[in-house]
Structure formats: structure tokens, C-alpha cells
């Protein structure tokens, strides 16, 4: 079974500074997308990121990119020149052939003034 | 271009009560999925239903839970004689159709809470 995983549950960066969450995965399958939510505390879930397996290339957002590592089932999402309204939980997810979007648990990111 | 609407966005019902979930999808969008978030916890997946069929329930408690997604109208999602542990969020998304998944969209949740 596919899993997600997120190590770390809380973090913090200073605003304007860089921070680096990290996400790792299991599957044996080769063809697959991933993704990085981000749920402030209005509940919405806003899709900020998606990567799509067979890309070698990151993906890029404007201030957010990703480091994927696919031999190593690495997924870490980077936010550069963090801002207060980054504040929010974010989860990495995993999607399928069977169309079933696996969540991780995780990481509520707090942003020092 | 409304986005996936679901309502209502608060529920309170009694113990043994009946909860129903409402989820309208996307304009265009033919496929719903439900997902239950419990608090400090990721979304776990229930069940995905394409318009009069559900596709798979793998997620969906054994009992007192139902969801449906008829030819006309929004998805419901059923809890029947609701316990203290069904409270969470609920979450619909939906999207265009299997295999474009990765345009998932998902609604705003309806906080359940169970007396």
C-alpha cells in the first residue's frame, strides 16, 4: 500500500527567509503524481504544487519549488522570501492510477515576524 | 466558474441523530470524492463516485455510513445514528474525470460535531 509520510509536524522560519519541508513516499508503482496543499486555518485545501513522476524536471511556482528525487521517494516542498500568509498546514499527497489521493499527516508551518 | 460547493459548513447533531453531507461539484466535473480529516491529522480518503455509481468505498466505515451521487442534484454523504467519533471535517472534491486527477479541486469542508 501507498504511504506518506511527513516527519516533521511543526516547523518555523523567520518571514522573508527560506524554508524546506520535507516528504517522503512508498510505491512501487513508476507512473504517478504528487502534490503539496496548503490548509490555512479557513479549512480550504488550495493546491499550491504538482510533480508529475515521469518529469525529471522540478516544479516551480513562483515562490515555491520542489526537490524530487524519485529513487529516493523524496518530495520536499522549498518556500523561498516566506511571507506571514504563508502560514498554514501543509500536506504532501500522493495520487495513482486509481485516482485515490493518499495525504500525509502533515506539517504546520508557523512564520516569524 | 463556482468552485465545489458544499453545505453545510457547520453541522451539529445529537448522538444517534442523522448527518447529511452535501457536496455540489464543479461545473463540468463528474467525479466526486469525499475524504474525512480528524483534527492534527491528514485527509483520509472515503469514497469516489462518478454520477449514479460509486467507484470505490475501500475508505468508508462498514456501517452507518452511505454516499451517493445521483443523476441530478449534489453527492450526499450519509452518517446514520452519528457517534461522538464521527466528528471531523468532511471534504468533497471532484474533477473532470478519471485519469485528470490532477485537476482536483476540493470544497471548504463541513466541520461535523457530534454532542
Known amino acids: 500500500a501507498q504511504t506518506v509520510t511527513q516527519s516533521q509536524p511543526e516547523m518555523s522560519v523567520q518571514e522573508a527567509e527560506t524554508v524546506t519541508l520535507s516528504c517522503t513516499y512508498d510505491?512501487?508503482?513508476?507512473?504517478?503524481?504528487l502534490f503539496w496543499y496548503k490548509q490555512p486555518p479557513s479549512r480550504q485545501m488550495i493546491l499550491v504544487i504538482r510533480q508529475e513522476a515521469y518529469k525529471q524536471q522540478n516544479a516551480t511556482e513562483n515562490r515555491f519549488s520542489v526537490n524530487f528525487q524519485k529513487a529516493a521517494k523524496s518530495f520536499s516542498l522549498k518556500i523561498s522570501d516566506s511571507q506571514l500568509g504563508d502560514a498554514a498546514m501543509y500536506f504532501c499527497a500522493y495520487m495513482n492510477r486509481d485516482d485515490k489521493i493518499i495525504f500525509g499527516k502533515g506539517t504546520r508551518l508557523h512564520i516569524l515576524p | 466558474n463556482a468552485g465545489v460547493m458544499q453545505n453545510p459548513r457547520h453541522l451539529v447533531r445529537r448522538r444517534g441523530q442523522e448527518a447529511r453531507l452535501r457536496c455540489s461539484p464543479m461545473?463540468?466535473?463528474?467525479?466526486v470524492y469525499w475524504y474525512r480529516q480528524l483534527p492534527e491529522e491528514g485527509l483520509k480518503f472515503m469514497v469516489y463516485?462518478?454520477?449514479?455509481?460509486?467507484?470505490?468505498e475501500s475508505g468508508m466505515p462498514k456501517e452507518r455510513f452511505s454516499a451517493e451521487f445521483p443523476k441530478e442534484g449534489p453527492s450526499i454523504l450519509r452518517i446514520q445514528q452519528v457517534v461522538r467519533g464521527d466528528s471531523a471535517a468532511y471534504f468533497c472534491a471532484s474533477s473532470p474525470g478519471q485519469g485528470l486527477n490532477e485537476k482536483l479541486f476540493f470544497g471548504s469542508g463541513t466541520q461535523l460535531s457530534v454532542l
Open positions: 463516485l462518478q454520477k449514479e455509481n460509486i467507484i470505490d
Open positions: 510505491t512501487s508503482e513508476s507512473d504517478y503524481y
Open positions: 461545473k463540468g466535473h463528474s467525479h
